[in-house]
């Protein structure tokens, strides 16, 4: 239950697609969803998070989309670009006074040319 | 550089060693998260700590690991009588308080190599 199922793995997309990660959960009582992105050697770096009153949330190039009654969330990147090529993971944690995120496995994503 | 501060970066200890893991957060920042990626892995949690106490530790293994974050200097992981199963990467993240909605930020974390 204090799991959180990301897909795919890994994910290549030519220059200007657009990537999407999936990522679902058990647990209902999580109410925030954030994503990070890692870069080889370095550490996760917030981009965007959601909470379960909004089905979606855009910041610059990178949307969240949230179905609650599905308990899934998806990050879509617009427009990418060479330099988006790194490792997504989606986290998930409950409203218990502090962020005790449970990660998603990651998504390697290779954005070419 | 105001961002958390990991040391060291890199790490080898040969098994039975000890291992001694750095963290500072953030400035302003009395909140300390510990995580451990397994390659190929997501990050799990380890333990969350403020001045001088542990608050949650329900990921951290019962034997060999131990946390603090004293009232002054870093926050320090200890693994004790280290064994292959311990090569990970150990990130710290910071938050400014208390509260489900203070977003953490990373450090870019300590590489553990067991010999």
């Known amino acids: 239950q204090q799991q959180v199922k990301q897909s795919p793995q890994s994910l290549i997309v030519q220059k200007g697609g657009i990537p999407i990660i999936n990522c679902a959960y058990e647990?209902?009582?999580?109410?925030?969803f954030p994503w990070y992105q890692q870069f080889p050697g370095k550490g996760p770096a917030l981009l965007i998070a959601?909470?379960?009153?909004?089905s979606e949330k855009k910041e610059g190039r990178f949307t969240i989309s949230f179905n609650k009654s599905a308990k899934q969330f998806s990050l879509h990147i617009m427009d990418s670009q060479p330099g988006d090529s790194a490792t997504y993971f989606c986290?998930?944690?409950?409203?218990?006074?502090?962020?005790?995120?449970?990660f998603g496995t990651g998504t390697r994503l290779l954005v070419s040319p | 550089n105001a961002g958390v501060m990991q040391n060291p970066r890199h790490l080898v200890r040969r098994r039975g060693q000890e291992a001694r893991l750095r963290c500072s957060p953030m400035?302003?920042?009395?909140?300390v998260y510990w995580y451990r990626q397994l390659p190929e892995e997501g990050l799990k949690f380890m333990v969350y700590?403020?001045?001088?106490?542990?608050?949650?530790e329900s990921g951290m293994p019962k034997e060999r690991f131990s946390a603090e974050f004293p009232k002054e200097g870093p926050s320090i992981l200890r693994i004790q009588q280290v064994v292959r199963g311990d090569s990970a990467a150990y990130f710290c993240?910071?938050?400014?308080?208390?509260?489900?909605?203070?977003?953490?930020?990373f450090g870019d974390g300590t590489r553990l190599s067991i010999l």
């Open positions: 993240a910071s938050s400014p308080r208390e509260g489900s909605n203070q977003p953490q930020h």
């Open positions: 647990n209902t009582a999580f109410d925030y």
């Open positions: 959601i909470r379960p009153d909004v």
């Open positions: 986290a998930a944690s409950k409203d218990t006074g502090f962020q005790k995120l449970v």
């Open positions: 400035k302003g920042h009395s909140h």
């Open positions: 700590l403020q001045k001088e106490n542990i608050i949650d």
